[in-house]
């Protein structure tokens, strides 16, 4: 089993930041394969940003060059530096890991980009 821990979410207004962190624990070992998700009121699910099995970045289109995913190895946390935040970013964001074929998902966080 895989626990997964997200914060940092909260209200700030269009162009401000923030920073998510998610917290892994249990059965794994490597923060590869995690990664990054959101929900927007009303839409699906959507990738946000993630690292891949071998540890490479990979972003949506809508996070390009706004936002940033970063880990601490040791901790088996991952973070995601959010910048020049827009009304649109709007919504409950996911810590989601994939670990022996099985996906597991955090309970979320709320971020709320007031214009």
């Known amino acids: 089993q895989v626990q997964l821990v997200e914060s940092g979410g909260g209200l700030v207004q269009a162009g401000g930041s923030l920073r998510l962190s998610c917290a892994a624990s249990g059965s794994i070992f490597s923060s590869n394969g995690m990664g990054w998700y959101r929900q927007p009121p009303g839409k699906q699910r959507e990738l946000v940003a993630r690292?891949?099995?071998?540890?490479?970045?990979y972003y949506a289109d809508s996070a390009k060059g706004r936002f940033t995913i970063s880990r601490d190895n040791a901790k088996i946390t991952v973070y995601l530096q959010m910048n020049s935040l827009k009304p649109e970013d709007t919504g409950v964001y996911y810590c989601k890991a994939f670990v022996s074929g099985y996906h597991y998902w955090g309970p979320g966080t709320q971020v709320t980009v007031s214009s």
């Open positions: 690292f891949t099995n071998i540890g490479s970045t």
